[in-house]
């Protein structure tokens, strides 16, 4: 059974950095993206960052210059530095893999609450 674990998320204040992680396990074939969405109450969950599986890499220009998204193969987890944090970076922060036959995996989220 796959399970994706997040983890590193807080309470921090404005100009702060937190790093997220999120821990993959069980096995899953034809990894296509592995990325970071977020959530604010009251808004659509957004795609943050992404890694694809050539290693190519993109973020949404909110957090361009900020954040950076990374994969460690061997240890089966992903990392989000997010650095210079802003109150509009509070959300909840979802890890997310998508494969190549349409499988669509989620962890349960962590919360980033920025404080002005």
């Known amino acids: 059974q796959v399970q994706l674990v997040e983890s590193g998320g807080g309470l921090v204040q404005a100009g702060g950095s937190l790093r997220l992680s999120c821990v993959v396990s069980?096995?899953?074939?034809?990894?296509?993206?592995m990325g970071w969405y977020r959530q604010a109450p009251g808004n659509e969950r957004e795609l943050v960052a992404v890694i694809t599986n050539g290693g190519g890499l993109n973020y949404a220009d909110s957090v361009k210059g900020r954040f950076t998204i990374s994969r460690d193969n061997a240890k089966n987890t992903m990392h989000l530095q997010m650095n210079s944090l802003k109150p509009e970076d509070t959300a909840v922060y979802y890890c997310?893999?998508?494969?190549?036959?349409?499988?669509?995996?989620w962890g349960q989220g962590t919360q980033v609450t920025v404080s002005s």
């Open positions: 997310n893999i998508k494969t190549n036959f349409g499988r669509d995996y």
């Open positions: 069980g096995s899953i074939f034809a990894i296509n993206f």
